[in-house]
Nanobody, 126 residues
Framework: QVQLVESGGGLVQAGGSLRLSCAAS????????MAWFRQAPGKEREFVAS????????YHADSVKGRFTMSRDNAKSTVWLQMNSLKPEDTAVYYC???????????????????WGQGTQVTVSS
């Protein structure tokens, strides 16, 4: 059974940085693209970033491009989201998600991902 466990969330002032981690259990981590989504209160779940199976390709939403960076280490079955220059509008619960086996890195809809973590809260104060 595959599990995704996020960590690293917290409270930070605007302009600050956080690094989220997502550790995966189960086999064949390297066969799946991974993604980060976020959901603010009263809003729909929003795509943040995705990464290919090898980590050679990443795709970031326009709202975070240049500030957030997604990476992965297949030997550790872990993905990260480095978040810099945080803004109050980045406040949300952040979720790690696993895509379909060898599927496209550029999928941005929540329905394209079939395994989800429990989420970690990120709060950015102004």
């Amino acid at each position: 059974q595959v599990q995704l466990v996020e960590s690293g969330g917290g409270l930070v002032q605007a302009g600050g940085s956080l690094r989220l981690s997502c550790a995966a259990s189960g086999l064949a981590f390297s066969r799946y693209p991974m993604a980060w989504f976020r959901q603010a209160p009263g809003k729909e779940r929003e795509f943040v970033a995705s990464i290919s199976t090898t980590g050679s390709t990443t795709y970031h939403a326009d709202s975070v491009k240049g500030r957030f960076t997604m990476s992965r280490d297949n030997a550790k079955s872990t993905v990260w989201l480095q978040m810099n220059s945080l803004k109050p509008e980045d406040t949300a619960v952040y979720y790690c998600a696993r895509g379909g086996i060898y599927s496209s890195t550029y999928r941005t809809a929540p329905n394209d991902y079939n395994v989800w973590g429990q989420g970690t809260q990120v709060t950015v104060s102004s």
